[in-house]
């Protein structure tokens, strides 16, 4: 079969490792606090565990993480979509965002941050200073983990029939995927 192989426009390259899970990442430093969305965002290593985000300069939340070193990095499920759509797409520069979308937070384990109630998966995070910054990167050592036992438990995820509490992959405009069925190769 010939396989058609269509050209990607260069500066979207990058959308086709989009299906990562979406992030949403909590900042807070001085009494503000701020959430946005972030699609580029990955493991660096095991042990300590790292993750390395990406956050556009000009930001809130890079601003707030620099300052507080420390940040939240919570994975949203497809029923929490729309507001993840809503924190990426706003400046928290201009608006509170956790009032102007009604979104419920509680109080981190290991860090002064608010975290997001409405998310599947919490990873508290501490700044790694790191030259790396000049890529807009942050690293962060991972202090604490946890997530929604509906879906995940005993290192394993087992998304269930609700198709709300699966995790979801930002495209672009509007556009999410939700992470598919499972499936096992013998090892
Ligand atoms: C689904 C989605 C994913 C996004 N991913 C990123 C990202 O990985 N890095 C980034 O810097 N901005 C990303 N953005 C844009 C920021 O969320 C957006 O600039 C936000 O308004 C910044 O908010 P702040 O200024 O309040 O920190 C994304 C937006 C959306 C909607």
């Given at each position: 079969?010939?396989?058609?192989?269509?050209?990607?426009?260069?500066?979207?390259?990058?959308?086709?490792?989009?299906?990562?899970?979406?992030?949403?990442?909590?900042?807070?430093?001085?009494?503000?606090?701020?959430?946005?969305?972030?699609?580029?965002?990955?493991?660096?290593?095991?042990?300590?565990?790292?993750?390395?985000?990406?956050?556009?300069?000009?930001?809130?939340?890079?601003?707030?993480?620099?300052?507080?070193?420390?940040?939240?990095?919570?994975?949203?499920?497809?029923?929490?979509?729309?507001?993840?759509?809503?924190?990426?797409?706003?400046?928290?520069?201009?608006?509170?965002?956790?009032?102007?979308?009604?979104?419920?937070?509680f109080p981190a384990q290991r860090i002064d941050v608010p975290m997001l109630a409405g998310c599947i998966v919490w990873l508290e995070c501490k700044v790694i200073p790191d030259d790396s910054q000049r890529h807009d990167l942050i690293i962060g050592e991972v202090v604490a983990a946890y997530a929604d036992k509906r879906v995940y438990s005993n290192n394993r995820w087992h998304f269930g029939d609700d198709p709300d509490l699966r995790t979801c992959h930002y495209v672009a405009g509007g556009t999410f995927f939700a992470t598919g069925e499972a499936f096992e190769v013998g090892t």
């Amino acid at each position: 079969m010939d396989i058609i192989r269509e050209p990607v426009e260069l500066p979207r390259a990058t959308q086709l490792l989009n299906h990562g899970p979406v992030t949403i990442i909590t900042s807070a430093h001085g009494g503000r606090a701020n959430v946005m969305a972030a699609s580029w965002a990955m493991p660096l290593d095991f042990d300590p565990p790292k993750v390395v985000v990406v956050v556009d300069r000009p930001t809130l939340t890079r601003e707030l993480i620099e300052a507080g070193g420390v940040f939240g990095l919570q994975l949203p499920s497809r029923g929490f979509a729309a507001e993840t759509l809503a924190v990426g797409s706003n400046r928290g520069a201009d608006l509170d965002k956790f009032s102007a979308f009604d979104l419920e937070t509680f109080p981190a384990q290991r860090i002064d941050v608010p975290m997001l109630a409405g998310c599947i998966v919490w990873l508290e995070c501490k700044v790694i200073p790191d030259d790396s910054q000049r890529h807009d990167l942050i690293i962060g050592e991972v202090v604490a983990a946890y997530a929604d036992k509906r879906v995940y438990s005993n290192n394993r995820w087992h998304f269930g029939d609700d198709p709300d509490l699966r995790t979801c992959h930002y495209v672009a405009g509007g556009t999410f995927f939700a992470t598919g069925e499972a499936f096992e190769v013998g090892t």
